[in-house]
């Protein structure tokens, strides 16, 4: 058995679960921020058979998309000349880490 950590867009996440939930795939939905570019994301965990692994990863790549996000090159609060220029930073559209589970109660 795996779990799999499916970090994505909020852009993104919707579409994800409402596919993964029709193939009958159970979710647990966490909120999280981003480190970069600070934007909210989700966290979605899921114990899926090894087997499934490949199938989750499709759909996640089927509405998952990568973007292009413009972000100030400055800190906030800095007056300097890097202060008032931005720019284009590529934003994937999920991380997947796949992890092994040694043991799974359902209690």
Do not use: H
Request: net charge positive; glycine share 8%.
């Amino acid at each position: 058995m795996k779990m799999m950590l499916i970090i994505i867009s909020n852009e993104d996440v919707k579409n994800v679960i409402q596919a993964l939930l029709k193939e009958k795939y159970y979710v647990t939905k966490l909120s999280s921020t981003g480190g970069l570019l600070k934007n909210g994301n989700t966290t979605l965990l899921l114990g899926v058979e090894d087997d499934k692994v490949a199938r989750v990863k499709e759909i996640v790549g089927m509405y998952a998309k990568t973007r292009k996000k413009k972000v100030s090159a400055g800190e906030p609060g800095d007056l300097n000349i890097f202060s008032f220029m931005s720019a284009d930073v590529l934003v994937n559209g999920a991380t997947i880490f796949v992890l092994n589970v040694d043991d799974y109660y359902k209690l």
